[in-house]
């Protein structure tokens, strides 16, 4: 079992920035990838970056250049810096990892880009 909880998200203005921890249970030397999905109301969970244990990452299309995805493996906390951010990046967003054929998922945080 792998547990993972998020922080970091809230109410941040057109522009503004964020910065979302995941925190997981184990060491994520031993999870093949990790990685941001998030969710609208009214709208399937898509996702917006993976990191594999290699380092390799990428983003959905939409958040290319804004967002960043990094790993800190003694901390087995992934980040998602979120810049420029937009109303429209208003979502649930959940850390997912992958391990030995398992998928687990976070709790989800809140992000809200409003003026």
């Known amino acids: 079992q792998v547990q993972l909880v998020e922080s970091g998200g809230g109410l941040v203005q057109p522009g503004g920035s964020l910065r979302l921890s995941c925190a997981a249970s184990?060491?994520?030397?031993?999870?093949?990838?990790m990685g941001w999905y998030r969710q609208a109301p009214g709208k399937q969970r898509e996702l917006v970056a993976a990191?594999?244990?290699?380092?390799?990452?990428n983003y959905a299309d939409s958040v290319k250049g804004r967002f960043t995805i990094s790993r800190d493996n003694a901390k087995n906390t992934v980040y998602l810096q979120m810049n420029s951010l937009k109303p429209e990046d208003t979502a649930v967003y959940y850390c997912?990892?992958?391990?030995?054929?398992?998928?687990?998922w976070g709790q989800g945080t809140q992000v809200t880009v409003s003026s």
């Open positions: 990191i594999t244990s290699g380092g390799s990452s």
């Open positions: 184990t060491n994520i030397f031993s999870i093949h990838a």
């Open positions: 997912n990892a992958k391990r030995s054929g398992a998928t687990y």
